[in-house]
């Protein structure tokens, strides 16, 4: 083990992470389900469970339709008087309360529909027990590791790294962020035994990776812009 990796797992808010959740394992699962069921059951019209599904679609959409906005016009940075970490800061507490609102109407979802017999173990408790603290792990990582502009687009306010981060989670997965999110909304289904909570993570998932399939190019090309005006300017200046 890394003694970065080594440093973080000993930090503060892993321990506490670690408290919270032995408390959480001691609580009641996530409402009260009408029923549970030997076979998987999922209302597909059950109006809980699409408004949580839209949600999901809907928050990587709009944020991307944002900053790409801010990378053409810069209207954020110009709203926040030239400013532009003030501009990313302003994205960011919109991005984590959306997420947050994402995260409650999944919750209702799950505590709308039925439980399935086969998840109902306690040894599936534990995976996802497991699979909570490692997504948590990943996602504090993540924040640790580029801090709120470098989680929150700020390349695209022209707040670039200096370097590609190449240390854990990226050793990992060069997405870590969302995959940590991903794990966080599948260990909260199998916690509670929902069969739409699974499927509402596999939405997740879906949303997600195609939403990397725009950001990655389009963050590439933000970085390979300033590479070719660094260039230029070296080249006129010699």
């Not at 109006?47 to 954020?76: D, G, Q, Y």
Request: charged letters at 15%; proline letters at 5%.
């Amino acid at each position: 083990m890394s003694a970065g990796l080594s440093s973080l797992l000993k930090s503060e808010p892993v321990d506490m992470l670690v408290t919270a959740l032995t408390d959480y394992a001691t609580l009641p699962r996530v409402g009260p389900h009408a029923v549970t069921l030997e076979t998987p059951h999922v209302d597909f019209l059950d109006p809980v469970a699409l408004k949580a599904a839209l949600v999901v679609a809907m928050i990587p959409f709009l944020w991307n339709v944002i900053a790409r906005s801010e990378h053409r016009t810069r209207w954020m940075t110009r709203l926040c008087g030239g400013h532009a970490r003030l501009g990313c800061y302003l994205l960011a507490l919109a991005i984590f309360t959306a997420s947050s609102y994402r995260t409650t109407f999944i919750q209702e979802a799950i505590s709308a529909g039925a439980r399935w017999a086969v998840l109902d173990t306690p040894l599936v408790r534990m995976v996802a027990a497991v699979m909570f603290v490692f997504a948590n792990v990943l996602v504090l990582a993540t924040y640790a590791r580029l801090g709120i502009t470098g989680t929150y687009l700020g390349d695209y306010f022209g707040i670039l790294m200096s370097h590609r981060v190449e240390g854990f989670p990226f050793t990992i997965t060069d997405n870590p962020m969302y995959w940590g999110s991903v794990l966080n909304y599948l260990s909260l289904a199998l916690w509670n035994a929902s069969p739409v909570g699974i499927l509402l993570s596999v939405v997740v998932y879906v949303v997600y990776y195609v939403a990397i399939q725009f950001e990655n190019p389009f963050t590439a090309m933000i970085y390979n812009e300033a590479a070719a005006k660094k260039a230029a300017a070296a080249k006129k200046s010699q």
